[in-house]
């Protein structure tokens, strides 16, 4: 039977991370970089994936990894989701890495040490509300270079390389180079930018000649790894606004000890610990490969999303009219529950695909 609780080695892990966060990563300081020109936090992302080695997390030991599971990976989602941490991880470590393992080849594996030790930042060139196994927009390859646009592309504006796909290929691409320009576009989740990325005649070299595997796999691991992030948002929303019904007072009593209230924070705990089980499940599917990983992400998207954004909600009306402003760090937690909400597919979407995956399709 499967255990999905933390073991000790994961609640280490959650120590070491958290402190970290505590540490360099409070509520005013991301605030700070929402509003700054610098998409990441470069020093922060240095000392995770360097210092740390969380970056090769998922790469094997003799790639130059740390020869973890996808277990260990959720962890790490759950506390930089509980501190919206402007960091590449997701993109980079999880969906870029991920693909590149479904790649063959020196050329995929020197790459996969490059992002392993975290001096390389990558991306998959794949609009980031494309879902696992839907189709997904690529561009012309021509001579060994790469022509044409794709938009919606997470954490470009920060990665050194691109992993595009292309004529039914998989290329990568460094973003230095002359024919790339990456664009930043208008983005609801400033801690995890957008931008379209346009190449013209760019050098491209190649990884795979199967593309929508390559693809499919590291969607497919984004998508089930990000109901853990989705998490991290929800208890942090939970937490904190139990934490404020309890302080702020109304008709001399909190408000807190009002029916209304405990009944609408008691069912978001019932929704939080629902999405935890879900979340474990799909990260413990993709580890060990077994027990349907495409099922187990698609039903952890299809709970967690709606239930991070509803936290969100339920904590910005909570918290009355300090929730309303700027200042205060509930707003960044839901922009980043909305943005995921349709990251990797929708609810509605996986909905879908699991009524598809168990024979069971809509009337």
Same mark, same amino acid.
């Given at each position: 039977m499967t255990d999905l609780l933390y073991s000790e080695e994961e609640e280490a892990l959650r120590s070491a991370v958290r402190d970290l966060l505590t540490d360099r990563c409070d509520a005013?300081?991301?605030?700070?970089r929402a509003e700054s020109d610098a998409p990441h936090d470069a020093e922060l992302w240095?000392?995770?994936?360097?210092?740390?080695?969380?970056a090769g997390l998922l790469v094997p030991e003799e790639l130059g990894g740390q020869g973890a599971t996808h277990r260990e990976a959720a962890v790490v989602l759950e506390e930089l989701g509980r501190a919206v941490a402007p960091v590449p991880?997701?993109?980079?470590?999880?969906?870029?890495?991920?693909?590149?393992?479904?790649?063959?080849?020196?050329?995929?594996?020197?790459?996969?040490?490059?992002?392993?030790?975290?001096?390389?930042?990558?991306a998959l060139a794949v609009s980031l509300a494309a879902a696992p196994g839907a189709p997904f927009k690529d561009v012309r390859h021509e001579g @060994? $270079?790469?022509?044409?646009? /794709? *938009?919606?592309? %997470?954490?470009? #504006?920060? +990665?050194?390389? !691109?992993?595009?796909? &292309? =004529?039914?290929?998989?290329?990568?691409?460094?973003?230095?180079?002359?024919?790339?320009?990456?664009?930043?576009q208008t983005s609801l989740d400033l801690t995890r930018p957008l931008a379209t990325v346009t190449f013209? @005649? $760019?050098?491209?070299?190649? /990884? *795979?000649?199967? %593309?929508?595997? #390559?693809? +499919?796999?590291? !969607?497919?691991?984004? &998508? =089930?790894?990000?109901?853990?992030?989705q998490l991290g948002i929800a208890e942090w929303c939970?937490?904190?606004?139990?934490?404020?019904?309890?302080?702020?007072?109304?008709?001399?009593?909190?408000?807190?000890?009002?029916?209304?209230?405990?009944?609408?924070?008691?069912?978001?705990w019932l929704e939080v610990v629902n999405t935890r089980a879900a979340a474990r499940h799909a990260?413990?599917?993709?580890?060990?490969?077994?027990?349907?990983?495409?099922?187990?992400?698609?039903?952890?998207?299809a709970y967690a999303a709606p239930v991070a954004v509803r936290a969100a909600e339920e904590a910005v009306q909570l918290h009355g009219g300090i929730g309303m402003t700027?200042?205060?760090p509930v707003h960044l937690y839901l922009k980043r529950a909305k943005a995921d909400s349709i990251a990797y597919g929708t609810a509605g979407h996986h909905r879908t695909s699991v009524a598809e995956l168990v024979a069971l399709p809509a009337p």
């Amino acid at each position: 039977m499967t255990d999905l609780l933390y073991s000790e080695e994961e609640e280490a892990l959650r120590s070491a991370v958290r402190d970290l966060l505590t540490d360099r990563c409070d509520a005013a300081s991301v605030l700070a970089r929402a509003e700054s020109d610098a998409p990441h936090d470069a020093e922060l992302w240095k000392t995770l994936a360097g210092g740390m080695g969380l970056a090769g997390l998922l790469v094997p030991e003799e790639l130059g990894g740390q020869g973890a599971t996808h277990r260990e990976a959720a962890v790490v989602l759950e506390e930089l989701g509980r501190a919206v941490a402007p960091v590449p991880y997701l993109t980079s470590a999880v969906v870029a890495t991920e693909a590149l393992l479904a790649c063959d080849g020196s050329e995929a594996a020197a790459l996969l040490g490059a992002l392993a030790s975290g001096r390389t930042v990558g991306a998959l060139a794949v609009s980031l509300a494309a879902a696992p196994g839907a189709p997904f927009k690529d561009v012309r390859h021509e001579g @060994g $270079a790469l022509h044409g646009e /794709l *938009t919606g592309i %997470a954490d470009a #504006a920060g +990665a050194d390389v !691109l992993l595009v796909p &292309a =004529g039914g290929g998989l290329y990568a691409v460094d973003t230095g180079q002359d024919g790339v320009t990456v664009t930043p576009q208008t983005s609801l989740d400033l801690t995890r930018p957008l931008a379209t990325v346009t190449f013209d @005649g $760019a050098h491209a070299r190649a /990884l *795979t000649h199967d %593309a929508p595997h #390559a693809v +499919a796999q590291g !969607l497919r691991a984004g &998508a =089930g790894l990000l109901a853990s992030e989705q998490l991290g948002i929800a208890e942090w929303c939970l937490t904190e606004t139990v934490r404020y019904v309890k302080e702020r007072h109304q008709f001399n009593r909190p408000v807190g000890s009002f029916q209304a209230l405990k009944h609408r924070l008691a069912q978001l705990w019932l929704e939080v610990v629902n999405t935890r089980a879900a979340a474990r499940h799909a990260a413990d599917a993709l580890a060990r490969g077994s027990d349907e990983p495409s099922l187990a992400a698609a039903v952890a998207q299809a709970y967690a999303a709606p239930v991070a954004v509803r936290a969100a909600e339920e904590a910005v009306q909570l918290h009355g009219g300090i929730g309303m402003t700027w200042e205060h760090p509930v707003h960044l937690y839901l922009k980043r529950a909305k943005a995921d909400s349709i990251a990797y597919g929708t609810a509605g979407h996986h909905r879908t695909s699991v009524a598809e995956l168990v024979a069971l399709p809509a009337p």
